[in-house]
């Protein structure tokens, strides 16, 4: 899959800018494969539907790692994210503030919650 050929730089440029707002540090690991992952949603949000058999095995031979390292690696950025980032753009991309009552977002509601936000804003849809 090519998936990074068909968004535009300013398209990445967003993601990066709103995972930086929702307190993923860039040097994680999961930063990069969860903007990967992003980025690939946002092309076709039929991935989504299909984390575990088609997203991260896809992410797992571009990185030249496993689907198990991918999903914990994700797993931990969102869980990092979930401790430090901005209350505000939480209830924008998913209708409740971190640290309330509800759980932290799935992997998969993340990315899905992200990519549909990025798709609005930049008319895709």
Same mark, same amino acid.
């Given at each position: ?6 968004? /535009?730089?300013?398209? #990445?440029? @967003?993601?990066? $800018?709103?995972?930086? #707002?929702?307190?993923?540090? *860039?040097?994680? /690991?999961? &930063?990069? &494969?969860?903007? *990967? ?8 949000? #039929?991935? =989504? ?6 997203? !991260?095995?896809?992410?797992? /031979? @571009? &990185?030249?790692?496993?689907?198990? /390292?991918? #999903? +914990?690696? =994700? +797993?931990?950025?969102? %869980?990092?994210?979930?401790? @430090? ?6 209830? @924008?991309?998913?209708? !409740?503030?971190? $640290?309330? %009552? ?7 509601? !993340? ?5 549909? &936000?990025? +798709?609005? %804003?930049? $008319?895709?849809?």
């Amino acid at each position: 899959m090519n998936s990074c050929m068909l968004v /535009k730089p300013e398209v #990445e440029q @967003r993601i990066s $800018g709103l995972m930086l #707002e929702l307190g993923i540090p *860039a040097h994680l /690991k999961g &930063y990069q &494969y969860l903007r *990967a992952a992003i980025v690939m949603c946002v092309e076709d949000m #039929e991935l =989504i539907g299909s984390v575990t058999k088609l997203l !991260y095995p896809d992410l797992a /031979k @571009r &990185y030249m790692t496993t689907d198990q /390292k991918i #999903e +914990r690696a =994700i +797993r931990n950025a969102i %869980e990092v994210s979930w401790e @430090r980032g901005n209350g505000d753009i939480f209830e @924008r991309l998913f209708g !409740y503030r971190n $640290g309330t %009552e509800h759980s932290r977002p799935t992997n998969s509601e !993340y990315i899905a919650s992200v990519a549909d &936000y990025v +798709r609005l %804003e930049q $008319g895709f849809i």
